[in-house]
C-alpha cells in the first residue's frame, strides 16, 4: 500500500471510531507517550487494525497480533463472564477489539521501558515492545514493515492534530 492509500485508510479508520482507546488508558498509572495515536498506530502496524484478521502464524490473534504469552503477562484479560483457565478464552478476548485493547494497554503499562535506549520513554519504546516483548524489546525492528507502517501512521496522525481535527 503506498502512502496516500494508507493516509486514507487512517483517516476512515479514525473516523468511525468502532470505539474510543482513551477510554482504557488508565491516567492513574499513565506511562510516558502512552497515548491514544500510540495504541492506533501500534494496531495499525500489527494488522492495519483489521478487526476480522483471526489468528495467523501459528497463534496470534486479532487486529494487535498478540500471543498467548503476551495475553498470560498481560494478567489474562477476558470477556465478560469468560473464565482466564479456560483454554479458548486467550482467543476470545484477543479477537475482540475492546478486550485486546485491555491486553495491550495492560502489556504496555506493565513492562514499559527504555526499548531503543535512548535514555526517555515515549511510544517508540512501545511499539518495540508490543512486537518484540518484555524480554527483548531492543532488538533492532527498523527495518521491518511493522515499524515503518508505524512511523507512517504517528507521522499521518500528528499531521492530523496540527491541522486542528
Ligand atoms: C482483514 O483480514 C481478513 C482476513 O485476512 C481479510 O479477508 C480482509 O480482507 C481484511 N480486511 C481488510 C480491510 O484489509
Given at each position: 500500500?503506498?502512502?496516500?492509500?494508507?493516509?486514507?485508510?487512517?483517516?476512515?479508520?479514525?473516523?468511525?471510531?468502532?470505539?474510543?482507546?482513551?477510554?482504557?488508558?488508565?491516567?492513574?498509572?499513565?506511562?510516558?507517550?502512552?497515548?491514544?495515536?500510540?495504541?492506533?498506530?501500534?494496531?495499525?502496524?500489527?494488522?492495519?487494525?483489521?478487526?476480522?484478521?483471526?489468528?495467523?502464524?501459528?497463534?496470534?490473534?486479532?487486529?494487535?497480533?498478540i500471543?498467548?504469552?503476551y495475553w498470560?503477562d498481560a494478567?489474562?484479560?477476558?470477556?465478560?463472564?469468560?473464565?482466564?483457565?479456560?483454554?479458548?478464552?486467550?482467543?476470545?478476548?484477543?479477537?475482540?477489539?475492546?478486550?485486546?485493547?485491555?491486553a495491550v494497554n495492560r502489556y504496555i503499562q506493565k513492562f514499559?521501558?527504555?526499548?531503543?535506549?535512548?535514555?526517555?520513554?515515549?511510544?517508540?519504546?512501545?511499539?518495540?515492545l508490543h512486537?518484540?516483548?518484555q524480554?527483548?524489546?531492543?532488538?533492532?525492528?527498523?527495518?521491518?514493515?511493522?515499524?515503518?507502517?508505524?512511523?507512517?501512521?504517528?507521522?499521518?496522525?500528528?499531521?492530523?492534530?496540527?491541522?486542528?481535527?
Amino acid at each position: 500500500m503506498d502512502r496516500s492509500s494508507h493516509a486514507v485508510v487512517l483517516l476512515v479508520f479514525a473516523s468511525c471510531g468502532v470505539f474510543s482507546y482513551a477510554q482504557l488508558i488508565d491516567s492513574r498509572q499513565a506511562v510516558p507517550g502512552w497515548t491514544e495515536n500510540c495504541i492506533t498506530c501500534i494496531c495499525e502496524a500489527s494488522s492495519g487494525c483489521n478487526e476480522t484478521i483471526g489468528c495467523i502464524d501459528g497463534n496470534y490473534c486479532g487486529m494487535f497480533l498478540i500471543g498467548d504469552e503476551y495475553w498470560r503477562d498481560a494478567e489474562s484479560p477476558v470477556l465478560d463472564g469468560d473464565d482466564p483457565s479456560d483454554p479458548g478464552a486467550f482467543q476470545r478476548c484477543a479477537l475482540d477489539p475492546f478486550c485486546a485493547s485491555k491486553a495491550v494497554n495492560r502489556y504496555i503499562q506493565k513492562f514499559a521501558q527504555d526499548c531503543n535506549r535512548d535514555r526517555r520513554i515515549n511510544c517508540d519504546d512501545h511499539v518495540r515492545l508490543h512486537y518484540l516483548g518484555q524480554t527483548q524489546c531492543s532488538i533492532r525492528i527498523n527495518h521491518l514493515p511493522y515499524y515503518q507502517t508505524f512511523r507512517t501512521c504517528m507521522r499521518a496522525l500528528s499531521a492530523e492534530s496540527r491541522k486542528g481535527n
